[in-house]
């Protein structure tokens, strides 16, 4: 198979060494956005490649470690932010990259470890069965499994995305996803930060796409509440996402 390299700018950021999949070379790509998760990322990607996934996108988001060397030497693209934008930069830029690289599917995933790769298969093959443009996994199946900062957090995170984005889901901050090309190209977000989550779901509204949801598993680390959404930092994403809902 024939690739080639290129140099891109995605959100006025200059990515080099991306390589490109030759015309026709369709399917899944997988999406990551990481901070500093040189201890995960290799993990992930191994069970990525394990469950048959390896074209895997996973962009750097101006890490302090060498979660770029990981993650290249395991295989990825890694296009890196000089400096660290925040979560929805990050899913965003890995997303775009993977419609540069030809994908018809973009799974969207957390870098931390959280997401299983067995349930990309689930993820897509919701979109593939129902025909829809995209399809959100629920964490929240098994309400007992999630920690209980995240239960309170995901709940009021709901009920503000529904009163304001106009569309009722079970897990709106889940970042495990699967878009058609279609779709992926037409949400567009305003959002750095971990509030993308509800403006893709009111993206979703405006743009008048299909969706569904499917269960998926979580697992929470020991670390969790100090590397991502504890509940402070949950309440100032949420008054973010207030602010962007209503301009």
Same mark, same amino acid.
């Given at each position: 198979?024939?690739?080639?390299?290129?140099?891109?700018?995605?959100?006025?950021?200059?990515?080099?060494? +991306?390589?490109?999949?030759?015309?026709?070379?369709?399917?899944?790509? +997988?999406?990551?956005?990481?901070?500093?998760?040189?201890?995960?990322?290799?993990?992930?990607?191994?069970?990525?490649?394990?469950?048959?996934?390896?074209?895997?996108?996973?962009?750097?988001?101006?890490?302090? @470690?060498?979660?770029?060397?990981?993650?290249?030497?395991?295989?990825?693209?890694? !296009?890196?932010?000089?400096?660290?934008?925040?979560?929805?930069?990050?899913?965003?830029?890995?997303?775009?990259?993977?419609?540069?690289?030809?994908?018809?599917? +973009?799974?969207?995933? @957390?870098? @931390?470890?959280?997401?299983?790769?067995?349930?990309?298969?689930?993820?897509?093959?919701?979109?593939?069965?129902?025909?829809?443009?995209?399809?959100?996994?629920?964490?929240?199946?098994? !309400?007992?499994?999630? !920690?209980?900062?995240?239960?309170?957090?995901?709940?009021?995170?709901?009920?503000?995305?529904?009163?304001?984005?106009?569309?009722?889901?079970?897990?709106?901050?889940?970042?495990?996803?699967?878009?058609?090309?279609?779709?992926?190209?037409?949400?567009?977000?305003?959002?750095?930060?971990?509030?993308?989550?509800?403006?893709?779901?009111?993206?979703?509204?405006?743009?008048?796409?299909?969706?569904?949801? +499917?269960?998926?598993?979580?697992?929470?680390?020991?670390?969790?509440?100090?590397?991502?959404?504890?509940?402070?930092?949950?309440?100032?994403?949420?008054?973010?996402?207030?602010?962007?809902?209503?301009?």
């Amino acid at each position: 198979m024939h690739t080639y390299t290129m140099a891109v700018a995605v959100n006025n950021t200059c990515l080099s060494g +991306v390589t490109a999949m030759p015309a026709g070379a369709l399917g899944v790509v +997988v999406a990551i956005g990481a901070l500093n998760e040189a201890e995960s990322i290799a993990a992930v990607l191994e069970d990525l490649t394990t469950h048959g996934y390896d074209r895997v996108v996973v962009c750097d988001d101006g890490s302090r @470690d060498n979660t770029s060397e990981i993650a290249r030497s395991a295989g990825a693209i890694v !296009p890196r932010h000089l400096l660290n934008r925040g979560a929805g930069a990050a899913s965003r830029t890995a997303v775009e990259i993977a419609l540069l690289l030809g994908a018809d599917i +973009v799974v969207t995933m @957390d870098a @931390d470890g959280q997401h299983l790769a067995k349930d990309i298969r689930a993820l897509v093959g919701e979109l593939v069965s129902q025909n829809v443009d995209l399809v959100f996994g629920n964490r929240m199946h098994i !309400p007992a499994r999630v !920690p209980r900062v995240r239960r309170v957090y995901n709940r009021f995170a709901n009920l503000l995305t529904h009163a304001l984005g106009g569309i009722r889901l079970s897990d709106t901050q889940s970042g495990f996803r699967a878009y058609s090309a279609d779709a992926a190209r037409q949400i567009k977000l305003r959002s750095s930060g971990y509030e993308y989550c509800s403006e893709i779901a009111r993206e979703v509204r405006r743009q008048k796409l299909s969706y569904s949801q +499917v269960p998926v598993e979580a697992v929470y680390h020991q670390f969790y509440g100090s590397r991502g959404q504890n509940l402070y930092n949950g309440f100032k994403t949420a008054w973010r996402l207030f602010m962007r809902l209503i301009n």
